[in-house]
């Protein structure tokens, strides 16, 4: 049965079967789902989405959301969770449902995604951290099944290698398709013979990997690797997104192509804003949610829209306030404001007026916006 629950939009659920638990590391899991033959429509999904999980914690109702490690070609849906500390929803989960329980999953979301190119020859480049793999593994199962003329580097982050989790897999990928697929592993705290793989992933060692990896190209005797990446997919903590984005960009990856997907609250810009904009002052901010309608004045321009509003307090979605999950989207229906940064809304969306509140300052005397998309 569909349930609509509201997670700062309304989203449709489903009960699902858990058919398979597994714990990966001391503080991983995996959990797969059964879809039945009438909902498989409701959970087709595309590499690089998450689905949301309601359940009990704590005696309370919880929603999270965790990324899908499968592929679309293999029909289910599977998750890799990290429990955070005993206490945490991810512990209760682990410890509360078990193979047989039914749990409401909600209908797959996000945009860390990408455009199936079967026919091109093309380089593709993922940065994961820790569990940031999740997302990763769906995609370079997806892309290693669908695009036979894809290459594939994986550089994967973790502090050791009892805390990796995904190693079988990525190794048996790696072993299936040696010629298109080469993934190194990097340990912050595990001493490594080669230099180059101790330490976290960042602007430092991203050079490093350039320099002494991505350099020498087969295919082309008169350029490198690096010059020959299409796309970058990044996701980890959001200091790390923030360091290796910038670093792809300033070493030749147009923004357009470079991809994230945040896995916390993150309050920083992922670029640096270089735009100034006269100051404003008293505007007047109407604003609709979950049908009811609120008005509020805010001081002037020099904060971002939903920054203010969280500080009066009101209750408006959001997640990362960093423009990259999309939670705060919402219409602009009078008024003008500057979107600094976005890496969720499509230029359809924005030419019908879709904002994303975070990324979104001011620029008249009123604004008046609709959360209520649905």
């Given at each position: 049965?569909?349930?609509?629950?509201?997670?700062?939009?309304?989203?449709?659920?489903?009960?699902?079967?858990?058919?398979?638990?597994?714990?990966?590391?001391?503080?991983?899991?995996?959990?797969?789902?059964?879809?039945?033959?009438?909902?498989?429509?409701?959970?087709?999904?595309?590499?690089?989405?998450?689905?949301?999980?309601?359940?009990?914690?704590?005696?309370?109702?919880?929603?999270?959301?965790?990324?899908?490690?499968?592929?679309?070609?293999?029909?289910?849906?599977?998750?890799?969770?990290?429990?955070?500390?005993?206490?945490?929803?991810?512990?209760?989960?682990?410890?509360?449902?078990?193979?047989?329980?039914?749990?409401?999953?909600?209908?797959?979301?996000?945009?860390?995604?990408?455009?199936?190119?079967?026919?091109?020859?093309?380089?593709?480049?993922?940065?994961?951290?820790?569990?940031?793999?999740?997302?990763?593994?769906?995609?370079?199962?997806?892309?290693?099944?669908?695009?036979?003329?894809?290459?594939?580097?994986?550089?994967?982050?973790?502090?050791?290698?009892?805390?990796?989790?995904?190693?079988?897999?990525?190794?048996?990928?790696?072993?299936?398709?040696?010629?298109?697929?080469?993934?190194?592993?990097?340990?912050?705290?595990?001493?490594?013979?080669?230099?180059?793989?101790?330490?976290?992933?960042?602007?430092?060692?991203?050079?490093?990997?350039?320099?002494?990896?991505?350099?020498?190209?087969?295919?082309?005797?008169?350029?490198?690797?690096?010059?020959?990446?299409?796309?970058?997919?990044?996701?980890?903590?959001?200091?790390?997104?923030?360091?290796?984005?910038?670093?792809?960009?300033?070493?030749?990856?147009?923004?357009?192509?470079?991809?994230?997907?945040?896995?916390?609250?993150?309050?920083?810009?992922?670029?640096?804003?270089?735009?100034?904009?006269?100051?404003?002052?008293?505007?007047?901010?109407?604003?609709?949610?979950?049908?009811?309608?609120?008005?509020?004045?805010?001081?002037?321009?020099?904060?971002?829209?939903?920054?203010?509003?969280?500080?009066?307090?009101?209750?408006?979605?959001?997640?990362?306030?960093?423009?990259?999950?999309?939670?705060?989207?919402?219409?602009?229906?009078?008024?003008?404001?500057?979107?600094?940064?976005?890496?969720?809304?499509?230029?359809?969306?924005?030419?019908?007026?879709?904002i994303l509140a975070c990324m979104s300052i001011a620029k008249s005397k009123k604004i008046k916006l609709n959360f209520d998309l649905s």
């Open positions: 049965m569909e349930q609509q629950i509201y997670k700062g939009k309304l989203t449709k659920f489903h009960w699902l079967k858990i058919t398979k638990k597994e714990e990966l590391t001391k503080n991983t899991f995996s959990l797969e789902f059964e879809i039945p033959g009438n909902m498989k429509e409701n959970f087709r999904f595309e590499a690089g989405q998450f689905v949301s999980i309601k359940f009990k914690s704590h005696d309370e109702d919880v929603i999270k959301d965790y990324s899908i490690t499968s592929a679309p070609y293999e029909e289910k849906i599977a998750l890799g969770i990290k429990i955070n500390s005993s206490e945490g929803d991810a512990a209760e989960l682990f410890r509360n449902y078990h193979v047989g329980d039914l749990l409401l999953i909600s209908e797959p979301a996000g945009r860390f995604t990408l455009i199936s190119k079967p026919s091109e020859f093309r380089t593709i480049v993922g940065f994961a951290a820790g569990i940031g793999i999740t997302p990763i593994l769906s995609h370079f199962k997806n892309i290693l099944h669908n695009e036979p003329r894809t290459r594939l580097f994986l550089f994967f982050g973790n502090q050791s290698s009892e805390d990796m989790i995904y190693r079988e897999q990525l190794d048996t990928l790696a072993r299936n398709y040696g010629d298109r697929l080469q993934i190194f592993y990097f340990f912050s705290k595990e001493k490594q013979s080669n230099s180059l793989f101790h330490g976290r992933l960042d602007d430092k060692k991203l050079s490093l990997i350039i320099n002494q990896i991505l350099h020498l190209d087969d295919t082309d005797e008169e350029s490198t690797i690096w010059d020959a990446v299409d796309e970058v997919l990044i996701c980890g903590k959001g200091d790390m997104i923030k360091t290796l984005a910038n670093a792809c960009y300033h070493h030749g990856i147009p923004k357009n192509n470079i991809h994230f997907e945040l896995f916390e609250e993150y309050n920083d810009d992922i670029y640096p804003v270089e735009k100034e904009f006269p100051v404003i002052e008293n505007i007047d901010v109407e604003f609709s949610m979950l049908g009811k309608n609120y008005f509020t004045e805010l001081p002037d321009n020099k904060e971002r829209i939903l920054q203010q509003l969280l500080i009066q307090k009101f209750t408006v979605p959001y997640s990362c306030k960093s423009g990259i999950c999309g939670s705060c989207e919402c219409i602009l229906e009078e008024g003008e404001v500057e979107l600094l940064e976005n890496e969720y809304l499509t230029e359809k969306e924005e030419e019908k007026g879709h």
